[in-house]
């Protein structure tokens, strides 16, 4: 599933908006493979489509301008989709998963706001520091696809962290990786404003 920005302006029509996601899309397919494998789209109030894409190429689409997020069409067989979630503040990743196993099970998850300590001089580019994030929880998770599936915000400029989704367990051992300074709960799951620069450093 791929949540888009609105179209530019005077994108209006059901057609129009079409149009826009599979010249989306074909940056990344071609766009022949661009129009065969979007399968569903969302036109009116809410803007995004699905699409059958292996993972390599859901990567690279999450980086285009226009593409607030990539994730798992976890509803792969409902008709009516919902592209107003609020994990629609992705702005990185995620791979495409569909029909491979949960890395928790249903309802075992909550949202965890981590800050991190700050990093030496080297790292300066987004992607960079969201693939730092990803190898601090692939110390707790084990595989960074897993990892980088978990993460939905990041925060790389004055102040460092990261939210991610994780079951209590793995978020009491990632309390303990060095560089993390706390882990708590995502108050404003549901918000862009997250406070990474917070004084509270009270461990779960």
């Known amino acids: 599933m791929v949540l888009m920005e ?13 149009d826009y996601y599979v010249k989306t899309l074909e940056r990344v397919l071609g766009r022949w ?14 803007f995004g489509f699905c699409c059958d894409i292996d993972e390599e190429t859901s990567h690279e689409l999450a980086r285009l301008p226009g593409v607030l997020s990539v994730r798992p ?17 992705l702005s990185y990743l995620s791979s495409s ?26 790292v300066v580019t987004k992607a960079q520091m969201v693939d730092y994030y990803a190898q601090i929880l692939t110390k707790v998770l084990g595989n960074e696809k897993d990892a980088q599936m978990c993460i939905y915000h990041v925060s790389w400029q004055s102040n460092f962290g990261f939210c991610c989704e994780l079951d209590n367990e793995c978020a009491r051992e990632l309390a303990g990786v060095p560089g993390v300074l706390s882990v708590q709960p995502d108050k404003n799951f549901e918000s862009e404003n997250k406070d990474y620069g917070g004084l509270s450093l009270c461990l779960i």
């Open 6 to 18: 609105a179209p530019p302006h005077g994108v209006n029509s059901k057609p129009q908006v079409i």
């Open 33 to 46: 493979d661009a129009q065969m494998c979007i399968n569903d789209a969302s036109w009116d109030t809410h």
């Open 73 to 89: 069409d976890l509803d792969y067989s409902c008709v009516k989709k919902d592209y107003s979630s609020s994990i629609i503040q």
């Open 97 to 122: 998963q569909i029909g491979s196993t949960l890395l928790f099970p249903v309802g075992n998850t909550e949202h965890w706001l981590v800050r991190l300590d700050k990093l030496g001089v080297g």
